[in-house]
């Protein structure tokens, strides 16, 4: 893994590196989600719908639970 080194600017923004930009295809318009996790930051593509399909393949109804764990 590369490390890659970006400057913050006056409006708080942040160019994403050319490689990076081509190895995960992320163009104009492409939607990010930013996570802040143990102090660091994280910026992830955000994706499709249609990538969510099948998540929750052969989930049963009694696998949800009806209340919510209390602590």
Same mark, same amino acid.
């Given at each position: 893994?590369?490390? %890659? @080194?970006?400057?913050? +600017?006056?409006?708080?923004?942040?160019? !994403?590196?050319?490689?990076? =930009?081509?190895?995960? %295809? @992320?163009?104009?318009? +492409?939607?990010?989600?930013?996570?802040? !996790?143990?102090?660091?930051? =994280?910026?992830?593509?955000?994706?499709?719908?249609?990538?969510?399909?099948?998540?929750?393949?052969?989930?049963?109804?009694?696998?949800?639970?009806?209340?919510?764990?209390?602590?």
């Amino acid at each position: 893994m590369k490390t %890659n @080194i970006v400057t913050v +600017s006056p409006k708080y923004q942040v160019v !994403i590196p050319m490689e990076l =930009r081509e190895r995960l %295809n @992320i163009r104009p318009g +492409s939607k990010m989600t930013m996570l802040e !996790i143990n102090g660091q930051v =994280r910026l992830l593509p955000l994706l499709p719908p249609e990538a969510y399909r099948g998540i929750a393949k052969g989930l049963k109804d009694s696998d949800i639970p009806d209340e919510p764990d209390r602590f």
